[in-house]
């Protein structure tokens, strides 16, 4: 929860520093799980003035970050206080960041360093925000320098860490020569969650006196990042049932294998369904359908394709190419549903009728009227569900791994069909013989055997066992 226009005194505050354009404002995007605050730009500067945001435990609010603008002239800065140290020696380094902050006028040209320096005074832990892609300049030594004198604990954060581990290697080697080895990777863009453990818990070691509500924090945030996930495979979970349950009939006098009419009734269903659970997975990790377009999450050319019966989509991940499915067709030749132990494409209707019970009539009955009446049932391709549950499974992966303020365009990769859960196929042969299942959702939490299989494709979906459900 974001409020900014909290503040209070007994909160701990957290400044967000660094240079500019190495990712302040979109590691507190992240740590918001929020889009709205601040700007992100790649030009430098963005960020001119502090802006502050609350994060609560439900009602409670636990701490106040602030975001910073960019140190930019940090020559002239050192200079100066190192010219304010030259004449007396007996002031402590603080004394004289306190002295610089007090006089300095709005139209001086170290009014921007300023704002910064005003705030890490008033902060009670720095945030230091590094882009690991840069080299240790001399810029950011002098940077390490004057934040020092603040006499406040800093955490240097590494952003930009992926593909980039030399590059960390040399940064973690620069600060330990400033004896400063309690630092942290948290990328902005590549998110995961226990690295913002991490950061709190790093945070716990500097102030005592916070430890508690910290904690706090720290079992609140696992606490709702589990239920999100879990809301996220969930949401994957209803999907599959809800398109495996779903059928359309169509008489067996004409020898098309799938009319037109329901052809284009079941694409348009699908194609609505895995629309509505892509919204609904953008809205549980707080991203919107503005977010699809602002950062790109692709919807098309072979990254994200809304179009699930787009030419070479069944190709792309590594499904039968001959299938009907790849030749533009949703449903397959039909299902035959099993009737007390028979199939009625393999024995008659009659003999289907004689050797079913009162029970299984009544459970069976449409279809078995169906088959008497020459009517089959057309049921949504195997191959098709495949990519439904495969690549929303990536959708998800990807969503849980990225940072708030990310801008790249997410890349799916063909997806292994490995990853399908154990008994797939026979998940599939029991949804499509209920198609209650597809709308009635009382009907569905009270069936045992539905629970089962909604477990199943949960833990296959987090890649987890059933039982931590």
Not at 179 to 194: C, G, K
Not at 367 to 387: F, M, P
């Amino acid at each position: 929860m974001v409020n900014n226009n909290s503040a209070s005194h007994s909160l701990l505050n957290i400044a967000v520093v660094g240079h500019t354009n190495t990712g302040k404002t979109s590691l507190i995007r992240t740590m918001l799980r929020s889009t709205e605050f601040g700007e992100i730009e790649d030009a430098a500067g963005t960020t001119r003035h502090v802006e502050q945001a609350t994060i609560f435990v439900g009602d409670l609010p636990v701490l106040n970050l602030h975001d910073t603008p960019g140190l930019e002239d940090t020559h002239a800065l050192f200079a100066y206080l190192k010219k304010a140290s030259a004449k007396s020696r007996s002031i402590a380094p603080v004394k004289i960041l306190e002295d610089f902050v007090a006089n300095i006028s709005v139209h001086d040209s170290l009014e921007q360093e300023a704002k910064v320096i005003r705030q890490v005074l008033r902060s009670d832990v720095l945030l230091y925000v590094i882009d690991v892609r840069e080299p240790f300049l001399e810029k950011y030594r002098i940077e390490l320098e004057i934040l020092t004198r603040s006499a406040k604990p800093i955490i240097p954060v590494f952003n930009f860490i992926a593909g980039h581990k030399q590059e960390l290697f040399h940064w973690r080697e620069q600060l330990a020569t400033y004896n400063i080895h309690a630092t942290l990777e948290f990328d902005t863009v590549a998110f995961t969650f226990d690295a913002e453990k991490r950061l709190y818990q790093k945070i716990q070691t500097l102030v005592e006196v916070h430890y508690d509500n910290l904690q706090k924090l720290i079992d609140h945030r696992a606490k709702v990042w589990k239920q999100l996930c879990l809301s996220g495979a969930k949401r994957i979970a209803e999907l599959v049932v809800s398109v495996a349950c779903y059928r359309e009939n169509k008489s067996l006098k004409s020898n098309q294998l799938v009319d037109p009419l329901h052809e284009d009734r079941i694409h348009s269903f699908v194609r609505k369904a895995e629309q509505k659970c892509l919204n609904d997975l953008l809205s549980i990790f707080n991203f919107s359908e503005k977010d699809v377009a602002i950062q790109k999450i692709p919807v098309s050319n072979g990254q994200w394709q809304l179009d699930i019966f787009a030419p070479g989509i069944l190709k792309a991940y590594g499904l039968d190419v001959g299938s009907a499915a790849a030749k533009g067709a949703a449903a397959g030749a039909g299902i035959d549903l099993m009737v007390g132990g028979l199939s009625l494409g393999a024995a008659s209707a009659l003999g289907a009728l004689a050797g079913a019970s009162w029970s299984t009539f009544k459970r069976y009955g449409d279809e078995i009227r169906a088959t008497v009446q020459g009517t089959k049932w057309l049921c949504v391709d195997e191959n098709t569900l495949q990519v439904l549950y495969l690549r929303q499974k990536q959708l998800l992966e990807k969503l849980m791994h990225r940072g708030h303020a990310a801008c790249d365009t997410v890349q799916v990769d063909t997806p292994d069909k490995a990853q399908l859960p154990e008994n797939w196929t026979g998940f599939i042969s029991t949804l499509r013989q209920n198609p209650a299942w597809h709308e009635s959702s009382v009907s569905r939490n009270n069936n045992k055997q539905y629970l089962e299989i909604e477990s199943k494709l949960i833990a296959g979906i987090l890649g987890q066992s059933s039982n931590s459900f």
